[in-house]
Nanobody
Framework: VQLVESGGGLVQPGGSLRLSCLAS????????MRWYRQAPGKERELVAT????????DYADSAKGRFTISRDNAKNTVFLQMNSLKPEDTAVYFC?????????????WGQGTQVTVSS
């Protein structure tokens, strides 16, 4: 299983970024996908979730109305569109999935992509 994020960068407050996560090594369209973020000195927090077929999404309160999670199962990719970005959105953003394996549930993470919101 491999998850590779891209799309992070430096953006001014009020700007937008679109993060991508390319998945491989598993049947992507069978698994829910999530975006997490971790700011310096803080715990990792869940930002958004999308179900396997993309029919249901859920967001942290901090992301509601500004972020949109989506997926393209034909391209094994999950996206996070982030609009109206604020300095407090600065963090490393991680793609995540959880699989049921012989030994039990196992979490998989990407390497993360840095998002910095600053003027």
């Amino acid at each position: 299983v491999q998850l590779v994020e891209s799309g992070g960068g430096l953006v001014q407050p009020g700007g937008s970024l679109r993060l991508s996560c390319l998945a491989s090594g598993f049947t992507f369209n069978m698994y829910n996908m999530r975006w997490y973020r971790q700011a310096p000195g803080k715990e990792r927090e869940l930002v958004a979730t999308i179900t396997s077929a993309g029919g249901i999404t859920d967001y942290a309160d901090s992301a509601k109305g500004r972020f949109t999670i989506s997926r393209d199962n034909a391209k094994n990719t999950v996206f996070l569109q982030m609009n109206s970005l604020k300095p407090e959105d600065t963090a490393v953003y991680f793609c995540h999935t959880r699989r049921v394996e012989a030994a039990g549930l196992k979490d998989y993470w990407g390497q993360g992509t840095q998002v910095t919101v600053s003027s």
